[in-house]
C-alpha cells in the first residue's frame, strides 16, 4: 500500500522541469490574483469610511474597483489556461514514459504485477495527477497565500480582534478535523460496499442465463439486497455525521463571526475603530476561514495524488531482472541462424523450486528443422521462451552464431527470430495490417505473396473486405486454422533466418491441418526452424527430434530411430500421435 505522504508529489519534479515556463507563468498569475484578493478589502474600508465625504472621491474607488475585478479576471482566466495545460501536458509526458517502461519489459516483471494493475496506473493514477497539478496545486497555493497575507491584514487591521479569533479557531477547527476523520472512514466504507454491490450485481447478470437455468433468482436477489442494504446502512452512519458536523461547525464558525463582531462594534461605537476597519477585519477574516476550508479539503486530494505518484514512479524505476548490456556486440549479418545451448539449466521466477529445464545441451546446424517433442510440461515452450531471452537462465549459455544472447541487445537479434505463437495473436486491424506486423514496410503485393505461401490468400479474399477487412478484437472472426495462417504469413514476411514455431495443441479439422502444414513447409524452408511438435506429420518431416521430458533431453534422433529404439517417444508416437491424427480424421 502506498503512504499518504504528500512529498511523494515531488516525483513529479522531473517532469515539470522542461515546462519551467509554464509553471513560472501560472506562479506569476497566481500571485498576483492573490495580491489583488488581498487588497480589495481595503478598497471596501475605504469606500464604507469615505462615504459621507465628497462624491468626486467616491468615483475614484469604484472605478478603481472596477480596474481590479479586471485583473482578477484576466489574472484568474491566465492562471487557468497556464496551470491546465502544464497539467495536461505533463499527464501525456508521464503515461508515454509509463509505457515506454512496461512495454520492454520482461515477462518476470509481469508475473509480479496484473497488466490490468499496470494499465489503471497508466490511466487512473495519471488522472488523478491530472488533476492535482492542472488544479489543485493551484488552488491549494492560492488559498495558502491568501490565508496568510489574510492573517497579517487581520494582525494589521485589528490585533485584538486578531487574537479573539486565535481564541475561537481552535473551538472550530478540533469539531472539524476529528469528525472529518471518522466522516473519511466512513465515505470509504461506503464505497467498498458499493463496489461489492456492484460487483455482485455484475456477477449475476453477467451469468444471467445461468442463474435462471438453475432458478437461483431468489438466491441472488438475496445476496444483493443483503450488500445493498450494507451499503445503505453505512451510507446512514456517513449522513448522520455529516448532519452533525454541519450543525455544529455552522453554530460555531456563527457564533465566532457574531462574537467578534460584536466586540469590534462595541469599539467602533467607543471610536477605537472605524466602521470601514472592522468591515475590513471581518472580510479578511471570511477570507482566511474560506482559505482553511478550501485547503482542509484539497488536503485529502493530494494525499491520494501522491500515492498515485508514488505508484507511478514505482513502475518508471521497475528494475527489469533481464537488461541488455552496456556494449552490446551485434549479431553478424547476415545471420546464418546455429543455435546453440550449453548446459542450460532453468527454472521460473515464480517456481524457485522447480527446474523447467535442467542442463539442456542442443546444437541446431544452420537450415537445420528439429522438432522438440515430449509430453505437456516437459520444458519445450520454455526453449522458445529462453532463445527470445524473455528469460535468463540460472546455469549455462544460449548463443546464435556464436554469440551469447546477453551479450547482443535484445532487439537486435530477436530480429534474425520469425515467432509462430502456439495461440497466435490478432490485432484489432485489417487483415493486412495483422500479417503486415511481421515487417511494417512491406508492400501490399509482399503481404499478399506471403498470404499466398501461408495459404491465407484464399480465406482472406472470402471475407467481407478482403485484405481491408477488420479483424476484430482477438481475431473473432477467424478459426482457429485461419489465425494459424496468418499468423504464419506474418513470419514468411518477416523472412528471418531462425523460425520458432509452437504448434497448436488443438487439433484442426483435416483441411486446415494440410493447408497449414503447407504453409509450415514453406516458412521452414532454407531456415533454422525449432517447432514445438504435437503432429505426427510435422515430427516425421524433421530433420531431428529431440525428446524431452521432465526438463531434460531423454533422446534424440529420426522419427524411424527413436521408433526402434522404444523408448518414451515410441509410447508418444503410438499414443498422442496417433489419436491426434484420429481426432484430425
Ligand atoms: P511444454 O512446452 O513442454 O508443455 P513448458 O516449457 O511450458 O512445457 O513448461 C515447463 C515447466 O515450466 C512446467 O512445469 C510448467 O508448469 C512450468 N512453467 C511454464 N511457464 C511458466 C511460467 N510462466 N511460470 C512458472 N512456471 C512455468
Given amino acids: ?36 484578493s488581498l487588497v480589495l478589502p481595503i478598497a471596501v474600508r475605504r469606500v464604507v469610511d469615505g462615504f459621507g465625504s465628497e462624491a468626486g472621491l467616491l468615483d ?61 496506473r497508466i490511466t487512473t493514477d495519471t488522472t488523478l495527477i491530472l488533476s492535482v497539478i492542472g488544479s489543485s496545486v493551484s488552488v491549494a497555493l492560492r488559498n495558502l497565500l491568501i490565508l496568510l497575507g489574510g492573517m497579517v491584514m487581520m494582525l494589521l487591521t485589528s490585533a485584538k480582534l486578531t487574537g479573539l479569533v486565535f481564541l475561537i479557531v481552535p473551538a472550530v477547527i478540533v469539531p472539524i478535523i476529528t469528525q472529518g476523520r471518522r466522516l ?59 448532519a452533525a458536523m454541519t450543525v455544529i461547525v455552522i453554530f460555531l464558525v456563527f457564533a465566532g463571526v457574531v462574537g467578534v463582531l460584536w466586540i469590534g462594534a462595541r469599539d467602533v ?48 524505476g ?56 515430449g509430453p505437456s510440461g516437459a520444458g519445450k515452450t520454455t526453449v522458445i521462451q529462453l532463445l527470445l531471452r524473455f528469460y535468463d537462465p540460472d546455469l549455462g549459455r544460449i548463443t546464435i552464431d556464436g554469440v551469447a544472447l546477453p551479450d547482443m541487445a535484445r532487439n537486435d537479434f530477436r530480429r534474425a527470430i520469425a515467432l509462430v505463437p502456439q495461440d497466435p495473436v490478432i490485432f484489432a486491424a485489417s487483415a493486412r495490417e495483422n500479417i503486415r506486423y511481421g515487417r511494417p514496410d512491406a508492400t501490399d503485393a509482399e503481404v499478399e505473396a506471403a498470404a499466398r505461401a501461408a495459404a491465407a490468400h484464399d480465406f482472406i479474399l472470402d471475407l467481407p473486405e478482403g485484405y481491408a477487412s477488420f479483424l476484430g ?7 482457429g486454422g485461419q489465425k494459424q495462417r496468418v499468423a504464419i504469413a506474418r513470419a514468411i514476411l518477416r523472412d528471418a533466418p531462425i523460425l520458432l514455431l509452437d504448434e497448436a495443441t488443438s487439433a484442426l479439422d483435416a483441411e486446415s491441418e494440410r493447408a497449414v502444414q503447407r504453409a509450415v513447409d514453406v516458412l ?36 524411424d530411430d527413436l521408433v526402434a529404439e522404444g523408448g518414451l517417444y515410441a509410447r508418444l508416437a ?11 480424421e
Fill in 1 to 36: 500500500a502506498a503512504s499518504r505522504r504528500v512529498s511523494a508529489l515531488a516525483g513529479l519534479a522531473p517532469f515539470i522541469r522542461p515546462y519551467r515556463g509554464l509553471a513560472l507563468g501560472a506562479l506569476g498569475a497566481l500571485v498576483l490574483t492573490a495580491t489583488v
Fill in 60 to 120: 475614484k474607488y469604484f472605478g478603481a474597483a472596477l480596474a481590479i475585478a479586471a485583473l482578477l479576471a484576466v489574472g484568474t482566466g491566465l492562471r487557468y489556461y497556464l496551470v491546465t495545460r502544464l497539467g495536461e501536458r505533463v499527464v501525456a509526458d508521464i503515461r508515454k514514459a509509463v509505457f515506454d517502461r512496461v512495454i520492454g519489459m520482461s515477462p518476470a516483471f509481469y508475473e509480479r504485477i496484473m497488466t490490468g494493475e499496470v494499465v489503471s
Fill in 269 to 316: 461605537r467607543a471610536g477605537a475603530m472605524s466602521p470601514g476597519e472592522l468591515v475590513q477585519f471581518v472580510i479578511y477574516a471570511v477570507m482566511a476561514a474560506g482559505s482553511v476550508a478550501a485547503l482542509s479539503e484539497i488536503w485529502g486530494e493530494l494525499q491520494r495524488a501522491a500515492g498515485a505518484t508514488e505508484r507511478l514512479v514505482e513502475l518508471l
Fill in 524 to 559: 521452414a524452408e532454407g531456415r533454422t526452424t525449432l517447432i514445438v511438435a504435437h503432429r505426427l506429420a510435422t515430427v516425421k518431416k524433421a530433420d531431428r527430434i529431440v525428446v524431452f521430458d521432465r526438463g531434460r533431453i531423454v533422446a534424440s534422433g529420426t522419427h
Fill in 574 to 584: 503410438r499414443l498422442q500421435f496417433t489419436e491426434g491424427a484420429v481426432a484430425a
Fill in 184 to 242: 473519511r472512514r466512513l465515505s470509504r466504507e461506503n464505497q467498498d460496499w458499493i463496489a461489492l454491490s456492484s460487483g455482485s450485481a455484475s456477477e449475476a447478470l453477467g451469468a444471467v442465463q445461468t442463474v435462471q437455468a438453475f432458478t437461483q433468482e431468489v438466491g441472488a436477489q438475496a445476496d444483493f439486497a443483503r450488500v445493498t442494504e450494507e451499503s445503505f446502512t453505512s451510507a446512514r452512519a456517513r449522513i448522520r455525521t455529516r
Fill in 473 to 479: 478484437e482477438r481475431g473473432v472472426m477467424l478459426s
Fill in 318 to 373: 521497475a528494475s527489469d531482472s533481464v537488461r541488455d548490456p552496456v556494449a552490446p556486440v551485434t549479431l553478424p549479418r547476415p545471420a546464418k541462424g546455429e543455435i546453440v545451448f550449453e548446459g542450460v539449466t532453468f527454472h521460473y521466477p515464480t517456481r524457485p523450486d522447480q527446474s523447467a529445464l535442467e542442463g539442456v545441451d542442443l546444437h541446431v546446424r544452420p537450415g537445420e528443422t528439429v522438432a522438440l517433442v
